[in-house]
């Protein structure tokens, strides 16, 4: 087997799932970075309204997104367990059917929303004056949706076997070529709002390309040979419902997120560019949590397969006490600079666009110490195996943004979109704690620990 450090099976906790977190940490401040590029060349260079159409309709790409990255999350942790375990010939096989059927999931859903992406954008009620350039911008990546599954999936296997810096560095490089094919695609070849689009679908399949060359060079124990592409039903039914599972909970919380920012759209194009300068922001400011909580499921899915809840268990407080130390730093941050960086962000002098994206982060970031301790356990959950609790976790989610986006937003405008997370936050991390210290592997006393939901 192959041997990679950190080392999350034995030692301590706390050293090796800070070493594990941050490349994962970096590969997001780049992803984001490039993310954020993006923004600020439409903003500058394209105008407000090409800015509200990236963000009125971007929420459909992060669907296809959070699908691809559910699916290979939840591959993962099966591939992550069989590493856990020791046994190569298992580890293989869960990497072929990872293949086989990710393909045949992406590929489903991909020409699916393609057939559907004008419905989708008029049920999103975005303004008929920005909604061409949004269907401009979002087709190309849904024909390529395939792109960020495959570099998902590649990461993930990496990552489920304890290497999470090769992925790094390969995000790191798309994400500088990003922003240079952004600027001759936006600023010298002058290609609009499609500009943005394709030189992201092209950094993307680079990022595929090397990490596949990576893996077939340097991580033999992860290249299946012919005989692993066998059908295992045990192995794809475990596959498939732990894939299902990760990705059921990614795509309700963004079905939640897109009938949100329906009801956002309806506020106007300069409340539109507002909150999406936050909402980029808000995406820098979790990554460190948010990385911890990923790396929660490397750690816990591979001492799962070893059978070490007692390891478990103290990931999880490391990490809930990590959560509350960011929230309380950043929370000073948002405060003292909030409206300087969404100015600079959106290269707008709108009031209402500086001062309803200020108020947003200002007022949520005390509140993300709550969204560690949400990831947390639920990403703790998924890597030892409960399949059922964590999605019932995304239903509330669904639930809560449905009631702000029929019912609150409309009466209290604004304000309501900003206090809608933070309370189903809170909803969300009593049902989350109380399972997770009630699983019968983390407490025997609830059924023992060969019993899962």
Same mark, same amino acid.
């Not at 375990?85 to 869960?94: F, Q, V």
């Not at 002098?349 to 949520?364: A, K």
């Not at 989610?397 to 809608?420: C, D, H, Q, R, W």
């Given at each position: 087997?192959?041997?990679?450090?950190?080392?999350l099976?034995?030692?301590?906790?706390?050293?090796?799932?800070?070493?594990f977190?941050?490349?994962?940490?970096l590969?997001?401040? @780049?992803? #984001?970075?490039?993310s954020? %590029?993006?923004?600020?060349?439409?903003?500058?260079?394209?105008?407000?309204?090409?800015?509200?159409?990236i963000?009125?309709? %971007?929420?459909?790409?992060? +669907?296809?997104v959070?699908?691809?990255?559910?699916v290979?999350?939840?591959?993962g942790?099966v591939?992550?367990?069989?590493?856990g375990?020791?046994d190569?010939?298992?580890?293989?096989?869960?990497?072929?059917?990872?293949?086989?059927?990710g393909?045949?999931?992406i590929?489903?859903?991909?020409?699916? =929303?393609?057939?559907?992406?004008?419905?989708?954008?008029?049920?999103?009620?975005?303004?008929e004056?920005?909604?061409?350039?949004?269907?401009?911008?979002? @087709?190309p990546?849904? %024909?390529? =949706?395939?792109?960020?599954?495959l570099?998902?999936?590649?990461a993930g296997?990496? $990552?489920?076997v304890g290497?999470?810096?090769?992925?790094?560095?390969?995000?790191? +490089?798309?994400?500088?070529?990003n922003i240079?094919?952004?600027?001759?695609?936006?600023?010298?070849?002058?290609?609009?709002?499609?500009?943005i %689009?394709?030189g992201t679908v092209?950094?993307?399949?680079?990022s595929?390309?090397l990490?596949?060359?990576?893996?077939?060079? !340097?991580?033999?124990?992860?290249v299946?040979k !012919?005989?692993?592409?066998?059908?295992?039903?045990?192995?794809?039914?475990?596959?498939?419902?732990?894939?299902?599972?990760?990705?059921?909970?990614?795509s309700?919380?963004?079905?939640?997120?897109?009938?949100?920012? $329906?009801a956002?759209?309806?506020?106007?194009?300069y409340?539109?560019a507002g909150?999406?300068?936050?909402?980029?922001?808000?995406?820098?400011?979790?990554?460190?949590i948010?990385a911890?909580?990923?790396?929660?499921?490397?750690?816990?899915?591979? #001492?799962?397969?070893a059978?070490?809840?007692?390891?478990?268990?103290?990931?999880?407080r490391?990490?809930?006490?990590?959560?509350?130390?960011?929230?309380l730093?950043?929370?000073?941050?948002?405060?003292?600079f909030?409206s300087?960086l969404?100015?600079?962000?959106?290269?707008?002098?709108?009031s209402?666009?500086?001062?309803?994206?200020s108020?947003?982060?200002?007022?949520?970031?005390p509140? +993300?110490?709550?969204?560690? @301790?949400?990831?947390? +356990?639920r990403?703790?959950?998924?890597?030892?195996?409960? !399949?059922?609790?964590p999605?019932?976790?995304?239903v509330?989610?669904?639930?809560?943004?449905?009631v702000?986006? @029929?019912?609150?937003i409309?009466?209290?405008?604004?304000?309501?979109?900003i206090?809608?997370?933070?309370?189903?936050?809170?909803?969300?991390?009593?049902q989350?704690?109380?399972s997770?210290?009630? #699983?019968?592997?983390i407490?025997? $006393?609830?059924?023992?620990?060969?019993?899962?939901?």
């Amino acid at each position: 087997m192959i041997k990679i450090k950190p080392d999350l099976l034995s030692g301590g906790i706390l050293k090796p799932l800070l070493m594990f977190a941050t490349p994962m940490l970096l590969s997001s401040i @780049f992803q #984001n970075l490039y993310s954020t %590029a993006d923004m600020v060349i439409v903003g500058h260079y394209l105008g407000e309204a090409s800015l509200a159409a990236i963000g009125s309709s %971007a929420i459909v790409f992060e +669907f296809l997104v959070g699908f691809a990255i559910g699916v290979g999350s939840g591959f993962g942790i099966v591939v992550a367990r069989s590493y856990g375990k020791g046994d190569s010939e298992l580890l293989k096989r869960a990497v072929a059917g990872s293949i086989m059927l990710g393909m045949i999931l992406i590929a489903f859903i991909s020409i699916t =929303a393609g057939l559907l992406l004008m419905p989708i954008l008029r049920l999103l009620d975005i303004p008929e004056a920005i909604i061409n350039d949004a269907y401009t911008y979002i @087709f190309p990546l849904i %024909a390529f =949706a395939a792109m960020p599954f495959l570099y998902n999936l590649c990461a993930g296997l990496l $990552r489920a076997v304890g290497n999470s810096f090769v992925p790094m560095l390969f995000l790191i +490089f798309s994400s500088i070529l990003n922003i240079i094919l952004n600027i001759l695609f936006v600023v010298v070849f002058h290609m609009g709002i499609r500009g943005i %689009a394709m030189g992201t679908v092209t950094t993307q399949g680079i990022s595929v390309i090397l990490c596949v060359i990576y893996i077939i060079k !340097k991580c033999p124990d992860l290249v299946p040979k !012919k005989e692993h592409f066998r059908f295992d039903a045990a192995l794809y039914k475990e596959l498939i419902t732990q894939g299902i599972s990760m990705a059921c909970m990614m795509s309700i919380v963004t079905v939640g997120s897109i009938l949100l920012q $329906r009801a956002i759209n309806g506020l106007g194009t300069y409340v539109i560019a507002g909150h999406i300068a936050a909402r980029r922001l808000y995406s820098f400011f979790v990554m460190p949590i948010v990385a911890i909580a990923l790396s929660m499921s490397t750690f816990v899915s591979q #001492n799962k397969g070893a059978d070490r809840p007692d390891r478990i268990l103290k990931a999880v407080r490391y990490g809930n006490l990590i959560a509350v130390s960011w929230g309380l730093s950043i929370s000073l941050v948002v405060l003292l600079f909030a409206s300087p960086l969404i100015s600079a962000l959106t290269g707008s002098s709108e009031s209402v666009v500086i001062e309803n994206g200020s108020r947003y982060l200002r007022i949520n970031a005390p509140f +993300f110490m709550l969204l560690g @301790f949400v990831l947390n +356990f639920r990403f703790a959950l998924q890597g030892i195996g409960s !399949k059922v609790i964590p999605v019932v976790s995304s239903v509330i989610e669904l639930v809560g943004k449905t009631v702000f986006a @029929f019912m609150v937003i409309p009466n209290l405008g604004y304000f309501g979109v900003i206090i809608s997370e933070p309370i189903i936050w809170l909803i969300m991390y009593v049902q989350l704690m109380i399972s997770f210290y009630r #699983n019968p592997y983390i407490n025997p $006393r609830f059924g023992g620990r060969l019993q899962q939901d």
